[in-house]
């Protein structure tokens, strides 16, 4: 997988397969999956202090900064 993919596409958007498969060797989001990551002009390339203890933001999905490992680490302005 390119750079680009992991930085602008990899667990951003939904798979579309309707099968029965792996979520962890599936390159895209799925419903409910804690790897989920938002677009990255949604966020800074910081880490949320709820996102390192592993708890909900009370910001949810409209807080600035990443709120998971993959958010921060696949972060362009990393």
Known sequence: ???????FTYKIRLCKRQDPHNWRLCPYAHPGEAG????PHAYQAVMCDFGK?????????????A??????WLHPDK
């Not at 997988?1 to 930085?7: H, Q």
């Not at 203890?53 to 900064?65: A, P, Q």
């Not at 709120?67 to 921060?72: D, F, I, Q, W």
């Open 1 to 7: 997988m390119s750079d680009r993919f992991m930085m």
């Open 36 to 39: 989920k990551r938002r677009p």
């Open 53 to 65: 203890t592993r708890k909900e933001c009370s910001h949810g999905e409209s807080c600035m900064l």
């Open 67 to 72: 709120r998971n490992a993959l958010e921060y």
